[in-house]
C-alpha cells in the first residue's frame, strides 16, 4: 500500500511555512493522541503518522529531499550522496543496486570487485517514544522517568546466542567465509549466507533463553532531562538506549519525541506566549493594577486610564526560554473589558447619571453613528 502524502497527512499546503506546519501538527496530535483514545488502534496509527510526516517536513533537509523525491528519499537510492531519512541517517544509494540483485547487507555490487565479507556483529536497531509534557514543564526544563520495551543482551549467553558450555562451530554451507557465490549469466556474486546470515560459523546448542537470538525482550525505565524551552517536535537523543547489537554490534539510539499539550490559559507563538485576561469597565476607565498569572508566578500589570477592549500590554521575558540561549520571549496580555450584564438600581443611577453629564443620553451613540454615516450613501 502506498504511503499517504505527508502534507495531506498534516492537512497543509506545500508551500506551508514553518510555523503553519507546526500548528497543523499540534492540531493532529491532539486528535490522534493515544490519551484520547484509548484502544482505538486506528487513532493511535494516525498519530504514528502525522508524527513521521511532522518529523520530515520539520527538518529542512528531509523536506527538500521529498518535496524532490517523495517517500523514495526515505527509502534508498536518491543522488547526491544519499537522502536522509525520518530516522536522522543517510540511505546509500547503493541500496537500490543491492536490491534489485536480491542483497541486503554485505555482498552485493560491491564484492563482485573484492569486497564484502562476513562482518559478524550487527549494530542494533534505533527506537523511538513519544512523550506528552505540559507547557509549565516545557518552560522550566523537567526530569521525566519513561518506561519502554526493547532488546536487550541474553543474560545467560552474554549475547552469543550460544548455550552455556557450548561452542560454535565452522558453518557447514559457506566453509566460515560468510558468503556463497551464485552465478547470474556471465556475473558471479557473492551473496550472504542463507545458514549463519553472514557470520561464518553456526550454533552448535541454541541458548535456551533468547533461542540463539542473543537477545532478549525486556522492560527498561529511563529518566530524561527536559531542557527549557522545547516544543512539540523537538526531538531528544539517548545514545546507545536503543535495542542491543547482535554478536557484538553496537546498540542503537533512543529518539524521544516531545508533545507540548494544549494549555487553558495560555497560547504559544514561538518563544512568546499569549493570554486573554477580562477586566471591569470601571479599572478600563480609571486605570489600575491587577495581577496577572504567568508561568512563573504573578506579576503586576499597570492599566492606564481609557483602556480600551482588545488592547496588548507586552510583560517582558515572561515568556519561554529560548532553546538557542540568549533573550527569554515575552507574554502578550490582550485585555477584554467586561461589562456588567445586570446592573442594580443604584448602580444604574449612577451610570445614567454619568451618561448624563458626558452628553450621551441627548444622543444615542447609535444614532450620532448613523446621521454621520448618511454621507457616504
Known sequence: MAKEDYYELLGVGKSATAEELKKAYRKKAVQYHPDKNPGNKEAEEMFKKVSEAYDVLNDPEKRAAYDRYGHAAFQGGMGGGGARGPGGGFHDPMDLFREIFGQRGGGGFEDMFGGGGGDDGRDGADLRYDLEITLEEAARGAEKEIS????????????????????????????????????????????????????????????????????????????????????????????????????????????IMLHVKEHDLFERQEDNLFCEIPIKFTLAALGGTIEVPTLFGKVSLKIPAGTQSGSTFRLREKGMPSLRGGRQGDQLVRVQVEVPSSLGSEQRKLLEEFARVSGDASEPTSKSFFEKAKKFF
Open 148 to 255: 519502554f520495551r526493547k532488546n536487550v543482551t541474553c543474560e545467560r549467553c552474554d549475547g552469543s546466542g550460544a548455550e552455556p558450555g557450548s561452542k560454535r562451530v565452522k558453518c557447514p554451507t559457506c566453509g566460515g567465509h560468510g558468503e556463497v557465490i551464485a552465478s547470474q549469466g556471465f556475473f558471479k556474486i557473492r551473496r550472504t549466507c542463507p545458514t549463519c546470515q553472514g557470520a561464518g560459523v553456526k550454533i552448535e546448542k541454541p541458548c535456551t533463553a533468547c533461542r540463539g537470538e542473543g537477545r532478549t525482550p525486556k522492560t527498561t525505565k529511563l529518566n530524561v532531562r527536559i531542557p527549557p524551552g522545547v516544543d512539540s517536535g523537538s526531538r531528544l537523543r539517548s545514545a546507545g538506549n536503543g535495542e542491543a547489537g547482535l554478536a557484538g554490534g553496537q546498540a542503537g539510539d533512543l529518539y
